[in-house]
Structure formats: C-alpha cells, structure tokens
C-alpha cells in the first residue's frame, strides 16, 4: 500500500475522512501486509488492550505478551505507517487509524484469535470502538497499562531520532509524549493489570500473562 503523502490541513481531513470511510476495504491488504496473523493459534476470542505513553515500550511488551498467550498483535503504529507518511497524532488522524484498527480486530475476534491491540490508548473514547467490537463478540476485555522510568523513556525517544531500533513503527518523539502527558489519564472503570519495563520485564510480561490466563 502507498502510504500518502498530506499537502495541507485540508488534504489531511479529506485523508481521513477517505479512510475512515472505506476502513473495512482497506483491511484484508493492511492484514496481508503487515502480517496478521502468521502463527497464531485461533481459540477463544479475548482483546488485551494496552495503553501507555510513546517510548515506554509498549510494542516491545505487546510482542512478548502477544507471543506467551498465543496472540496476533495489532499495533497502530504498524498501521499509522502504512497509512500516513508524517504522522501528527492530531485527533482526525488518530480516528482514522483507531477506525481501522477496530475493523481488524473484529475480523480477529470473528475467527476466535485472542489479540493484543497496540496503542496509546490513553484516553477512553479511543478505546471505547474496540471495547465495543470485543463486547459485541462476546470477547473478554483485558487492560495492560506498560509504565517505564520518565527518563529511560526520554533517552529512548532521543536515540529513535538517530537509530530506530527493528520493529519500530512510531514515529512519536519527545514533544508528542510530553504532549501526551499533559493530558490527564483516562484509567479503564473497572481496573489494569500494569506491566513496569526495564530489566526485569521478562518476569512482568510472565506475571500479566498469567492473571489473563487465570482470568480466563
């Protein structure tokens, strides 16, 4: 898929809107693309949802957890890039994505996959189409908030700049998360399970997959 390339304020809404509306359309070639599922073992139908700020890992943690519970991995970064040429996580760009994203998760969902969704999610009313779909699909909903030390996750955006690290998808440096960051967090009503990167994230991604799985 070529990504497009936005000339204005204007061309980005036409964008948009042009996703949003034909986002279903567009899933079959985005799942070929980026992969989606390759070895992933269709079960029960479950959605772990996981939120946190740009740079504190959060893909990193969605791979490891995707693979110990059997998973496909669905990140919006992944999409954002297939999507956008220069990301500017304004709301309309975010909607268009997130609208994508929520088609394949249906999709995933529809032939019994657990998935792992990939993204900020900070705010309720970007996680609420999803939570809808998993809902609709009788699917349990699990939220994993992915935490990091304020300044490893500032020495992680600063090296993106010069040597992004395989498997980076994002394009959010350290003005998108301290913008973020301003804005106050949305948690889920009924409570998170919270996944600490660092060192010892091995231990974490084995604790969180276990309560998921308990919870099952």
Do not use: W
């Amino acid at each position: 898929m070529t990504r497009q390339i936005r000339s204005s304020d204007t061309a980005t809404r036409v964008q948009t809107r042009a996703l949003a509306a034909h986002r279903r359309a567009l899933v079959a070639q985005l799942r070929e693309e980026i992969g989606v599922p390759r070895v992933v073992r269709a079960g029960r139908a479950m959605l772990v949802m996981l939120m946190g700020y740009p740079g504190v890992g959060k893909s990193h943690c969605a791979r490891l957890l995707a693979a110990r519970l059997g998973a496909a991995h669905v990140a919006t970064d992944h999409l954002r890039n297939r999507l956008f040429i220069a990301a500017t996580y304004a709301d309309e760009e975010n909607e268009a994505v997130f609208g994508i994203a929520e088609a394949l998760v249906d999709q995933l969902l529809a032939e019994g996959h657990a998935v792992v969704l990939d993204a900020t999610h900070l705010l309720a009313r970007y996680r609420s189409p999803a939570e809808k779909v998993a809902r609709a699909r009788g699917a349990p909903i699990h939220h994993v908030l992915v935490s990091a030390d304020d300044a490893e996750t500032r020495a992680r955006l600063k090296r993106r700049m010069t040597e992004r690290e395989a498997g980076d998808h994002s394009d959010a440096d350290l003005g998108v998360y301290d913008r973020m960051r301003a804005r106050a967090f949305e948690p889920p009503a009924h409570g998170y399970l919270e996944i600490r990167n660092g060192d010892a994230v091995g231990p974490e991604i084995e604790r969180v997959a276990s309560l998921i799985a308990d919870a099952e």
